[in-house]
């Protein structure tokens, strides 16, 4: 149907990604000026979950009924701040590798929304 086909395209917010994923990092004690994807989430095969993983661990998966969702699915809980949508449909498709850094990605998204005219908290990455 048609909800479960919206949530496969569920992506966040570039505001998010910039205030609170940011932030999420440094409290998770990695250097946020410098934590590449990979620093998040070290080793797949391990049960010890790194940030991502940890956020959606406990979390219903809206997909399956399982219990452990995607980071994008974890954050659909906390969706609304202050009137802000964290997550909507995607409207950019976002490709990069496990060892860029993640501030650089967001800080470019930043920029993309800027050049553009896009409003960074109703631009959804996926």
């Known amino acids: 149907d048609q909800q479960k086909k919206d ?34 989430e070290p080793d797949l095969k391990s049960k010890n979950y790194g940030l991502i993983r940890r956020k959606g661990a406990s979390v219903i998966c809206p997909r399956d009924g399982q219990l452990g969702a995607s980071y994008v699915d974890s954050i659909i809980e906390d969706n609304l701040d202050n009137g802000i949508r964290y997550v909507s ?19 470019t998204l930043a920029s993309k929304c800027k050049m553009d005219g896009r409003d960074p908290k109703q631009t959804y990455i996926w």
């Open 7 to 40: 949530l496969l395209l569920q992506g966040v917010s570039v505001h998010y990604l910039k205030n609170v994923l940011l932030q999420e990092i440094q409290d998770a004690g990695l250097d946020v000026n410098n934590a590449k994807v990979y620093e998040m």
């Open 89 to 107: 449909r995607a409207t950019i498709m976002l490709s990069y590798t496990w060892g860029y850094e993640v501030k650089v990605i967001v800080e």
